[in-house]
């Protein structure tokens, strides 16, 4: 059994930047280097929709059209830690942000029904 834990969200104004990270905590023997990583959010009202997602050697990274040259995953597999660099931030981005493990080191998906684990989620919010 995997835990994951987010921080690092809050309220920021349009064109602000914030990093949110993410923390394993359980099963992970060799750190987090046997699981794919991603980031979701949902905004109310709506379905979780996918930010990005790694492979377990940062070599395959995915991202979602919206945030695409803006957002920036990144993972530390010893440290077992995951973060998202959010530049350029806009209203729109707004939502709680969920990390996700999947127990796979290369099989990156787009599909929030794919991933094994999740957080609890950290609420960001962009103002105009």
């Known amino acids: 059994q995997v835990h994951l834990e987010e921080s690092g969200g809050g309220s920021v104004q349009a064109g602000d930047s914030l990093t949110l990270f993410c923390s394993a905590f359980g099963d992970t023997f060799n750190g987090l280097s046997t699981y794919v990583v991603g980031w979701f959010r949902q905004a109310p009202g709506t379905g979780r929709e996918f930010v990005a997602a790694q492979n377990w050697n940062g070599e395959t990274t995915y991202y979602g059209d919206s945030v695409k040259g803006r957002f920036t995953i990144s993972r530390d597999n010893a440290k077992r830690t995951v973060s998202l660099q959010m530049n350029s931030l806009k209203p729109e981005d707004t939502g709680v942000y969920y990390c996700?493990?999947?127990?796979?080191?290369?099989?990156?998906?787009?599909?929030?029904?794919?991933?094994?684990?999740w957080g609890q989620g950290t609420q960001v919010t962009v103002s105009s």
């Open positions: 996700a493990a999947r127990a796979s080191r290369d099989r990156v998906a787009m599909s929030a029904e794919l991933y094994d684990y």
